[in-house]
């Protein structure tokens, strides 16, 4: 009778942009045969047809790709859609088996032999590849809506530097610099001397007209006498100033835009997913789709245990010879845990007027966790996992989240 794995033709893939190479071995660690082909869907059934040429009967192929979300994508769908077993290798992982050798290689056949290698040894272990279009795209989605949010900081930055030349007094102004009243101020008048010779009712019109009616005369004279008290602030070659303030203003308009339409095909996917995170305190839309877009599809995981372990919040064991601890791990999916801390610290925190809690039932485990002799950081990381479970079961069953009332203390 065959060992399980003798059943097995192992294909490690090697993934680039323009081209892949596979290494196909068999459960001796026989090396078979190399396949370079280009990514391409077209180019993906001749590669499946050279892999079966080493089939024999009552065999079956499986695959291990590294990155089955982004060069990998397309090969993954198709080998998932034809039914082939197709395993996700972690890089880290295979990274380390090409160093555990004495000498140590780097080309593409070599570390796509080192994928193939990892699939025979951790067969049983890896987790199966699942791509599926509407997480991807989600994912996608909110890495641009990341990369849009970066370079509005950056543009911000940008004109407030150029402000502080020409407006002194330009924070007084507005509260957001980016604004929709203060970004057309700033087009309109990108430096003091371009005030001069305007009314107050003319400036009182302008800003009712671009804020909808919500500024009044009074900001319109206080913008007026602080740029009297600034003084003359003109300086050869203004006109160049005076276009860099624009250019930053008609960019930051372009992003604003952007940002609008990516949250708006967010909003499209999360309302297909039919997920209700935003039910929970504190989650809002965008947080709902960044934490649906790092966990994907929920069913992988069979358990809040087996998510929690995926936001790296499970401890690692850390011994030898019968000595050492527990140790919180720094591994697991770095984005997810972040997002992670952030809701558990703001579980904790008090509203800024009073003394009372943001969220009562988290802020008493905090404090029972603190009074049981834990760290505020392992306060968190509790609170982190609790939530877990919470998300865990809302992702699963799709259901609201529904506030626990406190059990009512007896009067001392």
């Avoid at 002194?168 to 509260?175: G, I, L």
């Avoid at 995170?277 to 966990?295: H, K, M, P, Q």
């Avoid at 943001?358 to 905090?366: D, K, T, V």
Wanted: proline share 3%.
């Amino acid at each position: 009778m065959r060992h399980r794995k003798e059943q097995f033709i192992y294909v490690g893939v090697d993934l680039h942009k323009r081209t892949h190479t596979a290494v196909v071995i068999n459960c001796w660690n026989e090396k078979l045969e190399v396949i370079e082909f280009e990514n391409k869907p077209s180019a993906f059934p001749a590669v499946v047809s050279k892999v079966r040429k080493h089939l024999q009967e009552g065999m079956t192929v499986v695959f291990g790709l590294e990155d089955v979300g982004g060069y990998g994508r397309s090969l993954a769908v198709y080998l998932v859609e034809n039914h082939f077993l197709v395993k996700e290798v972690n890089a880290a992982l295979s990274n380390w088996k090409r160093k555990s050798y004495a000498m140590t290689e780097k080309h593409d056949s070599w570390d796509a032999e080192n994928i193939a290698k990892l699939l025979l040894d951790e067969l049983d272990r890896l987790p199966s590849a699942h791509p599926q279009d509407d997480y991807w795209i989600l994912k996608q989605l909110v890495m641009r809506r990341y990369s849009l949010r970066d370079t509005l900081v950056m543009l911000k930055n940008q004109l407030h530097t150029q402000l502080s030349y020409n407006y002194p007094s330009y924070s007084k102004f507005y509260s957001e610099v980016d604004g929709r009243t203060a970004l057309a101020f700033w087009h309109e008048y990108p430096s003091p001397y371009l005030l001069e010779g305007v009314t107050l009712e003319d400036l009182t019109l302008f800003l009712r007209k671009n804020s909808n009616n919500v500024c009044s005369t009074k900001k319109a004279a206080f913008i007026l006498e602080n740029v009297q008290a600034d003084g003359n602030t003109k300086r050869n070659g203004q006109e160049h100033r005076d276009f860099l303030v624009r250019s930053h203003v008609n960019q930051i308009r372009d992003v604003h835009r952007e940002m609008t339409d990516v949250e708006n095909h967010i909003r499209d996917i999360m309302q297909k997913l039919d997920f209700k995170l935003n039910t929970f305190t504190g989650i809002d839309d965008v947080t709902a789709s960044a934490i649906v877009a790092e966990i994907g599809d929920i069913s992988r995981f069979t358990s809040a245990d087996k998510l929690a372990k995926y936001a790296g919040l499970t401890p690692s064991q850390m011994s030898s010879g019968g000595r050492g601890k527990d140790r919180n791990q720094r591994q697991g999916n770095r984005a997810l845990n972040k997002i992670l801390w952030g809701l558990a610290v703001r579980r904790v925190h008090t509203a800024r007027t009073s003394s009372k809690p943001l969220n009562p039932i988290f802020r008493e485990y905090y404090e029972k966790r603190l009074s049981e002799g834990k760290k505020k950081k392992q306060a968190i990381i509790c609170i982190m996992r609790r939530l877990v479970t919470i998300l865990y079961s809302m992702l699963k069953n799709k259901t609201e989240y529904r506030l626990t009332a406190l059990p009512e203390r007896a009067a001392s």
